[in-house]
């Protein structure tokens, strides 16, 4: 892969991090105003790490179980699903019912919630697209970590979390330290 100098958009890749993606309207990188802050520990992190960087060229995906307190939403499963998108899973995730049903199902039995999803973007940055827009919930917390494959071993750069509004609007939400 070749590095580009700063392109007329403004963006400067870094593998392709930077070259945007989805709808400039569908997000906004103000603070979700009434999203709880994320907090998940290690081995949630790299849960997620190691299916995003095992999915690459493809994105990975899996959701997140856990429980809301009045201070916080604490992540306590990040639970691998393999994409079900196919061919096209170079550019997209897709979760079948049965895999929100296994989902609901584990959360159910271990006493969680199911609070949100995980998944990819080869190559770009963690930031909804507009097909993350498309599939999205509200209230549920979407994150993305951005997987950069310009080495040997792919390896996540960046790790965001959003929330989408009743106006279906994706702001950003604090993740705290990790513990």
């Known amino acids: 892969m070749t590095s580009a100098s700063p392109n007329p958009q403004g963006w400067t890749p870094l593998g392709h991090l930077g070259k945007p993606t989805g709808h400039l309207m569908a997000r906004t990188d103000q603070p979700h105003a009434q999203a709880l802050p994320l907090r998940w520990s290690h081995e949630v992190q790299r849960t997620m790490e190691r299916n995003s960087t095992g ?17 916080e939403r ?10 079900s998108a196919g061919e096209d899973q170079l550019r997209r995730f897709r979760m079948t019912p049965k895999d929100f049903l296994q989902a609901q199902r584990l959360a159910a039995k271990e006493g969680l919630e199911v609070l949100g999803i995980f ?20 209230h549920l917390s979407y994150v993305i970590l951005a997987v950069d494959g310009s080495s040997d071993i792919p390896e996540v750069v960046e790790t965001r979390s959003w929330q989408l509004d009743d106006q279906r609007v994706f702001s950003e939400e604090c993740i705290q330290d990790l513990k």
């Open 119 to 138: 998944h990819s973007h080869p190559d770009h940055r963690a930031t909804p697209s507009t097909h993350d827009l498309n599939g999205a919930l509200p």
């Open 74 to 83: 604490r992540i306590h499963v990040a639970l691998e699903i393999d994409n």
């Open 55 to 71: 999915a690459y060229p493809g994105e990975g995906c899996g959701f997140l179980l856990g429980l809301d307190s009045p201070d």
